[in-house]
């Protein structure tokens, strides 16, 4: 089966410009994550999606980070604008279901490197 | 608060010798874990993973992990490691009052000739 798509892999900007992140998870995916993964340190959630709504998101910096989940399927993340602080790999990440039934583990996307100069 | 704690962030170890990756969570629910290892330049992929039933959990590689509710830990053990073993290892518990999933910080093992 695919695995979790993710575009561009590489992005160079400069800071106070806007980027778009997009990812397309594994089909019959429920559940889907973003996360920033700063160089050196583990995978931070920024946001979860269950189909198209939002399960959580208290980390996201909603002032200048924004994601949206199209028809439950494919995904994008926003910066806008961007700051030095934001250069890190963006990881997407789908599962199966995440539910009081039972969850299933999570398969990454390559992520996408973000350098912001 | 929630929080993942791995702690060793640097493991360095000889081909062939024994290996334990140590890590411990906050809880007051229910947890599901997980070990993620991410190869240099490569994405995360699942090494093993505890749902519910016995302790102790076997995974690819053969690497395994033991569930230990009451000291809320679930360390990562290889009995030989070999040199292909070089990577950052992160472990992962999602919690069941929201269903979020949070990663401890990483251990880098590093495995010399």
């Known amino acids: 089966e695919a695995g979790v798509a993710q575009s561009p892999r590489y992005k160079i900007i400069e800071k106070r410009q806007s980027v778009a992140f997009w990812c397309n998870p594994i089909?019959?995916?429920?559940?889907l994550y973003w996360y920033q993964q700063i160089l050196g340190q583990g995978p931070k959630l920024l946001i979860q999606?269950?189909?198209?709504?939002?399960?959580?998101d208290s980390q996201l910096p909603k002032d200048r980070f924004s994601a949206e989940r199209l028809k439950g399927v494919d995904s994008t993340l926003k910066i806008q604008p961007a700051k030095l602080e934001d250069s890190a790999v963006y990881l997407c990440?789908?599962?199966?279901?995440?539910?009081?039934?039972?969850?299933?583990?999570?398969?990454f996307g390559q992520g996408t490197r973000l350098t912001v100069v | 608060a929630q929080s993942v704690t791995q702690l060793d962030s640097q493991v360095p170890v000889f081909e062939e010798a024994p290996v334990e990756l140590r890590c411990n969570y906050s809880?007051?629910?229910?947890?599901?874990l997980f070990w993620y290892v991410q190869y240099p330049n490569q994405g995360l992929q699942l090494l093993l993973k505890y749902l519910s039933g016995s302790t102790l959990v076997k995974g690819i590689n053969g690497f395994e992990a033991e569930f230990n509710k009451s000291q809320t830990s679930f360390h990562l053990r290889k009995p030989s490691v070999h040199i292909s073993d070089t990577a950052e290892y992160f472990c992962?518990?999602?919690?069941?009052?929201?269903?979020?999933?949070?990663f401890g910080a990483g251990t880098r093992l590093f495995v010399k000739a």
């Open positions: 992962a518990v999602t919690y069941t009052g929201g269903f979020k999933t949070i």
């Open positions: 089909s019959g995916h429920a559940t």
């Open positions: 809880s007051s629910v229910s947890v599901y």
């Open positions: 990440a789908s599962s199966l279901y995440l539910t009081r039934q039972g969850v299933t583990e999570a398969f």
């Open positions: 999606f269950q189909n198209n709504g939002v399960v959580d």
